[in-house]
């Protein structure tokens, strides 16, 4: 039906070296991934995935140029009258006109290129947060005693902490990098707190604490609402400037405003014979974003 073309054993080979070198940009692009401190790294992956798809792309316009046997006519085929006649038709189109010697290979150089190709589309997912250890998002370095420090590592004092600023705070002695260490630090008047009970001492002279994670999706508390004029305008409250989610502070962190699902984790504060902050004990519940996972249970 198609005559058989002559074997081409030297693109074959052009082809798995190239379906070769697709995979290996595809694994370069999953090992740049994982190393979070590579410098230029995101014009890096652009380049490794880049490679890997033109790698691929020439070794299939090659097999299509050099390795798959085609036929030429002058005229189109006439529709199929009986269904086993084209059946059998197929068949032998299958059967002829094969220029491959080495298929083995280049189904092991295929596979190879698909499968290096689909775990760097799938290695992003891995940014989503841990699918199997997830106590990780429980754990907060902040103990019972443990001191307040400003990013020099200087105690944060009760007496430096105006009504009017808020101060961002991490935990003596332990990584400020992680998820659950930074807080921010208000001072408000005590007439104006509306903690719940079981919080009552939490907030020594007025002094409050709270994750800097917003409970949304993430974004670092940044901003602090102080009215200029109480009478008109609204109270003190912390906000994230990504969506605009609004916690008021004397409330225990409820949210006011935006689209945040749940109130910011109150960390409770004591101060110590140098009127230096400690923390009391640990949040008041789960650091970070509303997630399925971080809703429930409390932090360790």
């Not at 074959?12 to 070296?17: A, C, G, M, P």
């Not at 295929?110 to 940014?127: D, E, I, T, V, Y």
């Not at 001191?147 to 105006?162: C, F, N, S, T, Y």
């Not at 200029?228 to 109270?235: A, D, I, K, R, S």
Request: contains cysteine; proline residues 10%.
């Amino acid at each position: 039906m198609v005559p058989s073309g002559s074997a081409s054993p030297r693109s074959e080979v052009v082809v798995t070296l190239l379906l070769l070198a697709g995979a290996a940009c595809a694994i370069a692009f999953i090992v740049i991934y994982a190393i979070d401190g590579l410098a230029h790294q995101t014009q890096l992956l652009g380049l490794a995935i880049g490679l890997s798809l033109g790698f691929i792309a020439a070794a299939l316009i090659v097999t299509s140029r050099r390795l798959v046997v085609t036929e030429e006519i002058a005229e189109e085929y006439p529709e199929p009258e009986h269904p086993d006649e084209r059946d059998a038709i197929v068949e032998v189109v299958h059967e002829s006109g094969d220029r491959l010697t080495r298929k083995r290979l280049l189904g092991t150089a295929a596979g190879a290129a698909g499968g290096a190709l689909g775990l760097a589309l799938l290695a992003p997912a891995a940014s989503l947060g841990p699918a199997l250890e997830t106590s990780s998002l429980y754990r907060t370095p902040w103990l019972r005693g443990r001191r307040l420090v400003d990013d020099k590592g200087r105690p944060l004092r009760a007496d430096d902490i105006e009504a009017s600023n808020f101060y961002t705070a991490y935990p003596e002695g332990a990584d400020p990098g992680q998820m659950s260490a930074p807080v921010v630090v208000v001072r408000l008047a005590p007439a104006q707190l509306e903690l719940p009970p079981e919080r009552s001492g939490w907030a020594p002279e007025g002094l409050l604490a709270y994750s800097k994670v917003c409970t949304h999706a993430g974004c670092a508390i940044s901003l602090y609402r102080s009215p200029l004029f109480e009478p008109v305008q609204p109270g003190p409250a912390l906000v994230c400037p990504c969506h605009y989610s609004t916690f008021n502070p004397a409330s225990g962190g409820a949210v006011v405003f935006g689209p945040a699902g749940r109130p910011l984790p109150q960390l409770p504060l004591a101060i110590d014979g140098r009127r230096e902050l400690r923390a009391a004990g640990n949040f008041s519940g789960p650091v970070g974003p509303s997630w399925w996972g971080v809703r429930k249970g409390r932090p360790t």
